[in-house]
Protein backbone atom coordinates (compact mmCIF):
# COMPACT_ATOMS: atom_id res chain seq x y z
CA UNK A 1 0.00 0.00 0.00
CA UNK A 2 1.17 3.57 -0.77
CA UNK A 3 2.03 6.16 1.67
CA UNK A 4 1.60 9.96 1.20
CA UNK A 5 5.50 10.10 0.87
CA UNK A 6 5.27 7.72 -1.84
CA UNK A 7 2.26 9.17 -3.55
CA UNK A 8 4.18 12.57 -3.57
CA UNK A 9 7.03 10.73 -4.65
CA UNK A 10 5.04 9.53 -7.65
CA UNK A 11 3.70 13.07 -7.75
CA UNK A 12 6.99 14.42 -7.70
CA UNK A 13 8.79 12.08 -10.44
CA UNK A 14 5.99 12.35 -12.78
CA UNK A 15 5.81 15.90 -12.70
CA UNK A 16 9.75 15.83 -13.78
CA UNK A 17 8.91 13.55 -16.57
CA UNK A 18 5.80 15.77 -17.99
CA UNK A 19 8.00 18.68 -17.22
CA UNK A 20 10.93 16.97 -19.29
CA UNK A 21 8.47 15.90 -22.14
CA UNK A 22 6.83 19.47 -22.52
CA UNK A 23 10.71 20.97 -22.83
CA UNK A 24 11.49 18.30 -25.65
CA UNK A 25 7.86 18.50 -27.06
CA UNK A 26 7.68 22.26 -27.03
CA UNK A 27 11.29 22.76 -29.04
CA UNK A 28 9.77 20.58 -31.47
CA UNK A 29 6.18 20.83 -31.76
CA UNK A 30 3.99 23.80 -32.56
CA UNK A 31 1.53 25.93 -29.99
CA UNK A 32 -1.31 23.74 -30.65
CA UNK A 33 0.67 20.23 -29.68
CA UNK A 34 1.87 22.41 -26.64
CA UNK A 35 -1.95 23.71 -25.31
CA UNK A 36 -3.01 19.51 -25.60
CA UNK A 37 -0.23 19.16 -23.66
CA UNK A 38 -1.04 21.01 -20.50
CA UNK A 39 -4.81 19.83 -21.30
CA UNK A 40 -3.16 16.43 -20.48
CA UNK A 41 -1.16 17.65 -17.57
CA UNK A 42 -3.64 19.38 -16.25
CA UNK A 43 -6.35 16.08 -16.21
CA UNK A 44 -3.15 13.95 -14.84
CA UNK A 45 -2.92 16.51 -11.96
CA UNK A 46 -6.21 15.86 -11.22
CA UNK A 47 -6.86 12.66 -11.57
CA UNK A 48 -3.58 11.94 -9.68
CA UNK A 49 -5.00 14.28 -6.90
CA UNK A 50 -8.08 11.96 -6.93
CA UNK A 51 -6.21 9.27 -6.57
CA UNK A 52 -4.53 10.43 -3.39
CA UNK A 53 -7.86 11.63 -2.13
CA UNK A 54 -9.22 8.19 -2.66
CA UNK A 55 -6.01 6.54 -1.28
CA UNK A 56 -6.19 9.01 1.90
CA UNK A 57 -9.60 7.81 2.59
CA UNK A 58 -9.57 4.84 2.16
CA UNK A 59 -6.19 4.41 4.46
CA UNK A 60 -8.19 6.40 7.32
CA UNK A 61 -11.17 3.94 7.32
CA UNK A 62 -9.00 1.40 7.39
CA UNK A 63 -6.93 2.71 10.27
CA UNK A 64 -10.34 3.86 11.79
CA UNK A 65 -10.74 0.64 11.52
CA UNK A 66 -7.87 -1.02 13.06
CA UNK A 67 -8.14 1.35 15.80
CA UNK A 68 -11.82 0.12 16.63
CA UNK A 69 -10.39 -3.56 16.92
CA UNK A 70 -7.39 -2.52 18.66
CA UNK A 71 -10.07 -1.04 21.53
CA UNK A 72 -12.27 -3.49 21.30
CA UNK A 73 -9.68 -6.50 21.71
CA UNK A 74 -8.40 -4.05 24.39
CA UNK A 75 -11.85 -3.71 26.14
CA UNK A 76 -12.14 -7.43 26.02
CA UNK A 77 -8.77 -8.32 27.21
CA UNK A 78 -9.52 -5.81 30.54
CA UNK A 79 -12.93 -7.52 31.28
CA UNK A 80 -11.41 -11.20 30.64
CA UNK A 81 -8.99 -9.11 33.57
CA UNK A 82 -11.36 -7.78 35.83
CA UNK A 83 -13.62 -11.30 35.69
CA UNK A 84 -10.47 -13.30 36.26
CA UNK A 85 -8.19 -11.85 38.43
CA UNK A 86 -10.03 -8.96 40.34
CA UNK A 87 -13.41 -10.21 40.42
CA UNK A 88 -12.51 -13.14 42.93
CA UNK A 89 -10.28 -10.96 45.02
CA UNK A 90 -13.37 -8.58 45.57
CA UNK A 91 -15.58 -11.74 46.11
CA UNK A 92 -12.87 -13.08 48.89
CA UNK A 93 -12.80 -9.34 50.23
CA UNK A 94 -16.83 -9.47 50.17
CA UNK A 95 -17.04 -12.21 52.22
CA UNK A 96 -14.25 -11.51 54.51
CA UNK A 97 -16.45 -8.52 55.31
CA UNK A 98 -19.42 -10.99 55.85
CA UNK A 99 -17.79 -12.91 58.19
CA UNK A 100 -16.46 -10.08 60.01
CA UNK A 101 -19.70 -8.15 60.36
CA UNK A 102 -21.69 -11.68 61.63
CA UNK A 103 -18.74 -12.16 64.27
CA UNK A 104 -19.59 -8.33 65.35
CA UNK A 105 -23.11 -8.52 65.68
CA UNK A 106 -22.56 -11.91 67.91
CA UNK A 107 -20.18 -9.48 70.16
CA UNK A 108 -21.90 -8.18 73.56
CA UNK A 109 -22.98 -4.66 73.84
CA UNK A 110 -20.99 -2.55 76.61
CA UNK A 111 -24.05 -2.96 78.36
CA UNK A 112 -23.65 -6.61 78.09
CA UNK A 113 -19.93 -6.20 79.19
CA UNK A 114 -20.45 -4.28 81.95
CA UNK A 115 -23.10 -6.96 83.14
CA UNK A 116 -20.19 -9.86 82.66
CA UNK A 117 -17.49 -7.86 84.09
CA UNK A 118 -19.64 -7.00 87.24
CA UNK A 119 -20.42 -10.90 87.45
CA UNK A 120 -16.85 -11.75 86.75
CA UNK A 121 -15.86 -9.33 90.02
CA UNK A 122 -18.29 -11.22 91.69
CA UNK A 123 -17.33 -14.50 91.09
CA UNK A 124 -13.56 -13.70 92.06
CA UNK A 125 -14.66 -12.14 95.09
CA UNK A 126 -16.15 -15.15 96.11
CA UNK A 127 -13.31 -17.42 94.88
CA UNK A 128 -11.21 -15.24 96.89
CA UNK A 129 -13.16 -15.93 99.55
CA UNK A 130 -13.50 -19.43 99.50
CA UNK A 131 -9.87 -19.94 98.47
CA UNK A 132 -9.62 -18.30 102.31
CA UNK A 133 -12.21 -20.31 104.08
CA UNK A 134 -10.32 -23.61 102.84
CA UNK A 135 -6.73 -22.40 103.32
CA UNK A 136 -8.21 -22.01 107.45
CA UNK A 137 -9.85 -25.44 107.65
CA UNK A 138 -7.12 -26.91 106.31
CA UNK A 139 -4.72 -25.13 108.68
CA UNK A 140 -7.46 -25.91 111.53
CA UNK A 141 -6.87 -29.83 110.69
Known amino acids: MLDEKDLHAIADLMHREISASEQRLSEQMDAKISASEQ ?24 ISASERRVLD ?49 TLEAIVKRLSRDVNALKKAQ
Do not use: C
Not at 44 to 60: P, T
Open 39 to 62: RLSEQMDAKISASEQRLSEQMDAK
Open 73 to 121: ESAHNMRVILESYIDPKFQILAEGIDAINKKIDRMPTSEDMEIANSRIS
